[in-house]
């Protein structure tokens, strides 16, 4: 009984605390180094069927936004199918990223694809740690960063359908870089001060953030290296 009667001092409370956030934090980037794998085999088992993707872009796109807001949010409380869940819906980002990847590939920019991994992977990861041990609070950054991602979201719209101007797709996709690396910095904080319910629910956020900026970090390192 004196187990179940136990009173933590303050201090023992904190190293409690903090045992189990580090733990919620490494479960969290367990998840996200697993979510970039499903999403790399989604990548590689379509891209010989590139065109059939790009075909069917919008029909993958929607199945996308349907596991985001839908099956995630069913499984929020259901552990192992929320897992499952993860992994459909980073599968079908990868698969979604494979008109772009045989585009570069096939104009000869294949090492871009290398090249933005690995800048995204540092930026995060850099950004991750500032966000970790910064003394500042970050908590008050989300309205802001939602009103300016839907700005920029119309802006891509308008651009697309109606602009169609390269220089504007430049700018657009720069601030979408610079947008989810400050994503990243508040979502890590949100996550090292207990934010989330669960760790796939933390990965999600986290895995958004780093697929934004290597797509637009692909974008731009096709548009700036390309002969035309």
Known sequence: MALYDRNYTSTE??????GVSVSFMKQTYQLLAASMIAA????????????????????????EL???FVGLGMTRSKPGLNMAALFVFTFLTGVSLVPLL????????????GNAFLMTSVLFGALS????????????????????LIVVIIASLV????????MMHVIITAGILLLFSIF??????????????????????LYLD???????????????????
């Not at 045989?102 to 694809?113: K, R």
């Not at 908590?139 to 300016?148: A, C, N, Q, V």
């Not at 651009?159 to 169609?164: D, G, W």
């Open 102 to 113: 045989a585009s570069l590939i096939g104009a000869g920019n294949g090492a871009v694809i």
């Open 159 to 166: 651009n697309m359908f109606i602009l169609q101007s390269p």
């Open 210 to 228: 780093f697929l934004n900026m290597f797509t637009a970090l692909l974008q731009l390192l096709g548009i700036f290296g390309s002969d035309d």
């Open 129 to 148: 740690l500032f966000a970790i041990n910064s003394k500042s609070d970050y908590s008050s950054w989300g309205k802001p960063l939602f009103i300016t």
């Open 184 to 205: 990243t910095i508040y979502d890590t904080q949100n996550i090292a001060n207990g934010a989330y319910d669960s760790p796939v629910d933390a990965a999600v956020s």
């Open 66 to 68: 349907f596991m985001l």
């Open 13 to 18: 409370a904190e190293y409690v605390q903090e």
């Open 40 to 63: 790399a085999a989604g990548a590689y088992v379509t891209m010989p069927y590139a065109e059939a993707v790009m075909q069917y872009k919008w029909f993958i796109f929607g199945a």
